[in-house]
């Protein structure tokens, strides 16, 4: 028998230059809450909703202070489903998301945005509905 690795994926960190913005964006944008900010809010958590399906299964999102600015497109980023495609992108800028070019074709079916800080990101369709 195998025994299985006793990893866990536990966040995904994202480098900004200031955490406070770009956590504020990613709380509105997703609906989470907020589980930890350092002392000097250098490091900022957001976790899924307590109760929530995401509560204790999606990775925490944990946003770290560095110097540097991304050097250029963004090597891993997130790719959200909506239930409506149009409507979260139009919500998303609202909160201060702005388009971003990183060679998609015009058919593509995703959007790229890019958060307060530029970090890219895609909307997805919206996932079919079985009939």
Known sequence: M???PSL???CVVIDCTDPEPVATFWAAALGWRRTHVSGD???IVLEPPVGSPEDGVC???LFIRVPDRTP???RLHL???PLDQAVEIARLEGLGATRADVGQGPDSTWVVLA???GNEFCVLKAASRPS
């Open 2 to 4: 195998i025994t299985p």
């Open 8 to 10: 866990r994926w536990q």
């Open 41 to 43: 809010g250098g490091e």
């Open 59 to 61: 990775p925490d999102l």
């Open 72 to 74: 250029g497109k963004n």
């Open 79 to 81: 790719d959200l489903r």
């Open 115 to 117: 958060d307060v800080e």
